[in-house]
RNA sequence: GCGUCCGUAGCUCAAUGGAUAGAGUUUCGGACUUCGGAUCCGACGGUUAUAGGUUCGAGUCCUAUCGGGCGCACCA
């Protein structure tokens, strides 16, 4: 709709024109403060500007009425655009807000270790990479959602010993020290007993045997996160393997030509000479490489894959870091733009208005679980969805266990369950209703409509910024918009039934297809919950 | 100290350089002869941290200051 709009626009004026929402819906559709810009170039004042170029658009049969306010143009579309564009959607739901983008992505996510379950922070970065993902698809976009696992290096090791660890205590009973730094939590539990179980009990004193134990026990880590992350209705299309890279090591190293040297004995990468504050060590003088050889190593298969495009969702623990692997993509050869990396911020938690208590059995992290079990796969998708990431979020879980209006998640459920109560009231067919004609509305019905038909250009535009926020921001307002109509317009037994009610099945089609964008189900019908 | 993200209503957050800075929540006051009142309406609430600058126009861009988060490993 919007590019319709635009594209008339551009052809016109021979230049992009800034398209906006006008201060006032009755001012019309859409607004646009050209005759700012123009004014200057023409030298004649906006508001005389903006007057001829309304009265230009006369014959148009997009607009049903073009007129300038205080320079602004303002342009409402004409009822049977409007009405042929509605009946299109609600013929092929499939297709709405769908785009015809060709590009490549890559786009890599979570990511994290195989030494625990996901956390809070993870879900963050999960649920936001998970939603570009599906605008993305929607738009059209050849994208693959990616896992790179990180399951070699000390953090792996590390896994082998607290299995180790907690065996020790709870199944030989020993009395163990524990060192600063090792994995605790109660999935380790299983991990211990299946270890034991498949290896024998020797297993769990002999040190010499925590490689081989770590090794086995991350493929049942990662399980639990597939499993966390299913539950949230987050899937990936690919896994890459850390360990799975380093046969290729020599080559790239190769490959890096000047970008890397040597001195004492360490491999250093010339990253300073890119933008980066320093050089940073590669290989330690023992031989073993450090976190950053992994990543080389994994960007330089990325760009092999030949991707147009690589977005990486990092936590912002991490944003130090971008340079270094830019840098290395540089000496690699490759065009760093190309990748992009997009940053998740902190999350803080409140119940009831007090810090959320970290479980000291879950290893004094809140799991990502924990909070599915408690508020629910969908309201913690909204919730991560609604805020930019890259600005640090607090949230009260109390918030989104209600069941009213303070609860967004609740309130545009709400909205699509009585649009399909409606329908099923009413004692026309759907034949019926979709032979209405939206035309004739009043000044209500047609905000609506025009409302519910502007899921496309939201969807586009969340994903070309990545702030996926203006997608829930959105199914808010248009959920206040059908409460509202539905509170002031009697539907049901009027004369303008039909019509009515195909205009209300835009609005349902609008919402459960912005929904199924966040990854949540659409819900016909609210049942109450029993406290 | 350096880098980076941020600072908007009491609180949690919105606002492609555009018109009168918006929602929810809180507090107070209204609307049930009613298609689901699980909803709706109204009021209160702001010098957009501060000071300059660019622009026809700045919450948004630039500079400085103040305040906060996160980095600043041969850890991952």
Redesign the pocket.
Known sequence: MKQRVSALLREKFGREV???K???RS?GHF?T?IA??LA?ELKQSPMKIADELASSFEDSNVFGKVDS??G?L?FRLSEDFLSEYAAWALQNPHEFAKGEKKEKILLEFVSA?PTGPLHIGHARGAVYGDTLYRLAKHLGYDITAEYYV?DA???IDLLGLSIQLYGRENILKESVEYPQSYYRGEYLAPLALEAVEKFGIEILSDESRQKELAIWAKDGVMEIIKRDLGATNIFFDTFVYESSLYDDWERVMAKMGEGIYKK?D?IFIASSQKGD?SD??VV??DGRP??LAGDIVYHNQKFERGYDHYINIWG??????IARVKAAVEFLGYDSSKLEVQLS??VSLLKDGEPYKMSKRAGNVILMNDIVEEIGADALRFIFA???S??????DLAEFKK????NPI??IQ?AH??IK??LL?SDLSEEEIMAATLKNLDEAADILMFDALLLPEIVEDAFATR?V??LP?YL?SLA?SL??F??D????GTEDEAKLLKLLMIVGLSLKTGLSLMGIAAKD????EEE
């Open positions: 800034v398209l906006e006008p201060r006032d001012f607004a403060p700012f810009s200057k306010v205080k602004y303002n270790n990180n290096g000390n953090q004492d360490k504050d940073r060590v330690r003088e450090t976190y912002a623990d991490h944003h130090g870091y911020q902190m609604s805020k930019k890259d600005t640090a979020l607090e949230f069941q009213d209006s303070s609740f309130y709400y369950a009585r109560t409606l009231k702030q926020q203006k921001e808010k206040a409460h509202k539905y509170y317009c009697r539907i049901i019908y609210m049942s109450k």
